[in-house]
């Protein structure tokens, strides 16, 4: 079965910290890898894709994410969180031959002043 | 980016009723997809589809049906809508999966 987990349903960090969310699947071979946010009340936005090539990619608004096949792991990071960062984030991965993306439970991060 | 809307935004059903959720996309995507949000199980695909006439059943099609008369629409079927059925259904399109603003239904 191909799954992707996120182990953390929520982060509280304060504004300026750093933050990681992590993002691990269970698949050996050609992936997709994906990460968005969704505000309350909005639909999911894109942040970031990998496919092949640097394992580390940039989104938008400070986001990067590594990925890692040792690790199977595909986490998200942000150097310095604003408040606006305060949002429900998905990891999502997309197998060889899938017919879609297979979201991860979601983490939602909390940003205090 | 590409341009997803849905409608209707909130949408009030009974049990048994019929209900239809709209998806439109003007970035000309062959792929469209409908999922549905709960608490606890991240977004669950419902259907998709690869182009017009086409539609593929996803993980939890129970209950559902789909219909993609174009390119640029994509519908969601309740036939007989019942309380289980209460949820955020989102449409996307495109391989990257751009995502419409979301429908909440609740059917009493």
């Known amino acids: 079965t191909q799954t992707v987990s996120q182990s953390d349903a929520h982060v509280t960090v304060f504004e300026g910290d750093s933050v990681e969310l992590r993002c691990n699947y269970s698949?050996?071979?050609?992936?997709?890898l994906s990460w968005y946010i969704q505000h309350h009340g909005r639909g999911l936005q894109f942040l970031l894709k990998y496919y092949s090539g640097n394992p580390v990619v940039q989104g938008v608004n400070g986001f990067e994410a590594e990925f890692s096949k040792s690790d199977s792991s595909f986490h998200l990071r942000k150097a310095s969180v604003h408040w606006s960062d305060s949002a429900v984030y998905f990891c999502a991965v997309k197998y060889q031959g899938g017919r879609a993306l297979i979201f991860g439970t979601g983490t939602t991060v909390s940003v205090s002043p | 980016e590409a341009a997803v809307t849905q409608s209707p935004r909130n949408k009030v059903a009974v049990t048994g009723g019929k209900v239809t959720l709209s998806c439109n996309q003007t970035?000309?995507?062959?792929?469209m997809y409908w999922y549905r949000q709960d608490t606890g199980h991240g977004l669950r695909l419902i259907h998709y589809s690869y182009g017009a006439g086409s539609t593929e059943k996803g993980d939890i099609p129970d209950g559902y049906k789909a219909s993609r008369p174009s390119q640029e629409n994509f519908s969601l079927i309740l036939e007989l809508a019942t309380p289980s059925q209460t949820s955020v259904y989102f449409c996307?399109?495109?391989?990257?999966?751009?995502f419409g603003p979301g429908t909440r239904l609740t059917v009493l």
């Open positions: 970035n000309n995507h062959n792929n």
């Open positions: 996307a399109s495109g391989y990257e999966q751009y």
């Open positions: 698949y050996g071979g050609s992936i997709y």
